[in-house]
């Protein structure tokens, strides 16, 4: 059964890099008691599929993540926050059909929050650097809310390396960023989802 879960990654959990993700997530479908649906093969591995890669340090609130259980229970979200590492929290279970777009396909855009640590306004230098990308770039609070095209295409990481590259800060540490989601931007509601 296809099983799209919605999940967030706060606090230190924000440092477990992409590439972790795979087994961390299988593994707490095992201690959950939860039998993964395996890929055909040589070397068989659960069968999952993310959202658009997130550099390590960078809080996702709403990061999509497909599984095939061979069954889920009613209590599955339960089960699985149980046995998530500390900072990993599943809000919702989608159940897509079998047919329906990847991942891939699905996350067009990206909605980002960004802050420099020393008060530096990174307008400017956000529209120097995704240019035709951004779809809306504005000001929320002290954060500069971005929502771009092709997030896989034009990472986020990008950005700082750009940002550091130009002498403009010193490195990740005089950022704060925020995936707040990755999906579709709906223009009515001026979201980003699933």
């Given at each position: 059964m296809r099983t799209r879960l919605i999940y967030s990654k706060r606090g230190g959990a924000c440092f477990v890099p992409h590439i972790a993700l795979a087994q961390m997530f299988s593994r707490s479908a095992s201690r959950a008691g939860l039998t993964l649906i395996m890929t055909q093969g040589f070397s068989p591995r659960a069968k999952l599929s993310f959202g658009p890669e997130l550099p390590a340090g960078v809080v996702a609130l709403n990061e999509?993540?497909?599984?095939?259980?061979?069954?889920?229970?009613?209590?599955?979200?339960?089960?699985?926050?149980?046995?998530?590492?500390?900072?990993?929290?599943?809000?919702?279970v989608i159940f897509p059909e079998e047919d329906s777009p990847s991942l891939g396909k699905l996350c067009k855009h990206a909605k980002y929050l960004l802050r420099n640590v020393n008060g530096l306004n990174l307008s400017e230098h956000a529209k120097n650097f995704y240019r035709d990308s951004i779809v809306k770039l504005d000001h929320v609070d002290e954060w500069l809310r971005l929502i771009i095209n092709a997030p896989a295409q034009n990472p986020i990481g990008g950005f700082v390396k750009f940002m550091t590259a130009e002498n403009i800060i010193a490195g990740w540490q005089d950022m704060n960023i925020v995936r707040v989601s990755v999906g579709s931007y709906n223009q009515e509601k001026d979201c980003v989802n699933l």
């Amino acid at each position: 059964m296809r099983t799209r879960l919605i999940y967030s990654k706060r606090g230190g959990a924000c440092f477990v890099p992409h590439i972790a993700l795979a087994q961390m997530f299988s593994r707490s479908a095992s201690r959950a008691g939860l039998t993964l649906i395996m890929t055909q093969g040589f070397s068989p591995r659960a069968k999952l599929s993310f959202g658009p890669e997130l550099p390590a340090g960078v809080v996702a609130l709403n990061e999509p993540l497909d599984m095939y259980f061979e069954s889920v229970p009613e209590n599955f979200v339960t089960l699985m926050n149980n046995s998530l590492p500390e900072g990993f929290n599943i809000s919702r279970v989608i159940f897509p059909e079998e047919d329906s777009p990847s991942l891939g396909k699905l996350c067009k855009h990206a909605k980002y929050l960004l802050r420099n640590v020393n008060g530096l306004n990174l307008s400017e230098h956000a529209k120097n650097f995704y240019r035709d990308s951004i779809v809306k770039l504005d000001h929320v609070d002290e954060w500069l809310r971005l929502i771009i095209n092709a997030p896989a295409q034009n990472p986020i990481g990008g950005f700082v390396k750009f940002m550091t590259a130009e002498n403009i800060i010193a490195g990740w540490q005089d950022m704060n960023i925020v995936r707040v989601s990755v999906g579709s931007y709906n223009q009515e509601k001026d979201c980003v989802n699933l």
